[in-house]
């Protein structure tokens, strides 16, 4: 009963000051109520869409704005990643063939074994050395050129052999100024040759000051 009579007493100033204009109001026409609940409704109208609706209106076309941007980026940086794995995967398989690339390449630790894997080639075969002389290398921009003179003794099938277990070897060798000469005795033949093997050269950045003094 209290917070009733509270109420009452609250709303009562109010009332008092909004009495003289609901008699006002009481004594207009029909037709200028009817106005009047027009013009205060557009007022209403007119403040919330000044000051409500037209602020988030605009919010609302910059977040689709923003939306529309970013959507658009992440397209882009979609392509681009399909991209960059495409060419990762590419990248990945050179790497690999490089790979292979260099273990057929011996380095300067791996070449006696490699000559020795050509010389027992030949013994295998059933030949005999003549000759087996590793000459000067030769230098390329990115690797060198080993020259080894060969000339080795044996028959036909013994030649076929030897080439056939150097092809097998897991470095590239090369033969090259193939020349085969016959012997009196029998079918025995002489094979003169130049095989040749790569070495890969890691190429060394210069000094700053070495490349100015160039320039």
Do not use: W
Not at 132 to 160: C, D, M, N, V, W
Not at 163 to 169: D, E, G, S
């Amino acid at each position: 009963m209290s917070s009733k009579s509270e109420k009452k007493d609250l709303l009562g100033p109010v009332k008092e000051k909004l009495k003289p204009v609901f008699e006002k109001i009481g004594e207009l026409t029909k037709v200028q109520r009817l106005l009047t609940c027009l013009i205060t409704f557009a007022l209403i109208g007119g403040v919330y869409y000044y000051f409500i609706y037209t602020p988030k209106n605009k919010e609302l076309k910059n977040a689709k704005s923003t939306y529309t941007r970013q959507k658009t980026k992440l397209a882009k940086f979609k392509r681009e990643a399909a991209v960059l794995l495409e060419m990762e995967q590419k990248m990945a398989a050179k790497q690999e063939e490089f790979n292979i690339a260099m273990k057929a390449l011996p380095d300067k630790r791996e070449l006696p074994s490699l000559l020795t894997g050509i010389s027992r080639a030949g013994s295998d075969a059933g030949l005999d050395f003549l000759l087996f002389k590793p000459a000067s290398e030769i230098s390329q921009p990115f690797y060198k050129e080993i020259p080894i003179a060969i000339k080795l003794e044996g028959r036909y099938h013994q030649i076929t052999d030897f080439f056939y277990q150097v092809v097998r070897l897991n470095r590239i060798v090369n033969i090259n100024d193939v020349d085969v000469k016959s012997k009196k005795e029998g079918n025995i033949v002489e094979l003169s040759c130049k095989a040749v093997t790569y070495m890969f050269v890691e190429q060394k950045e210069e000094p700053e000051t070495k490349r100015r003094k160039k320039r």
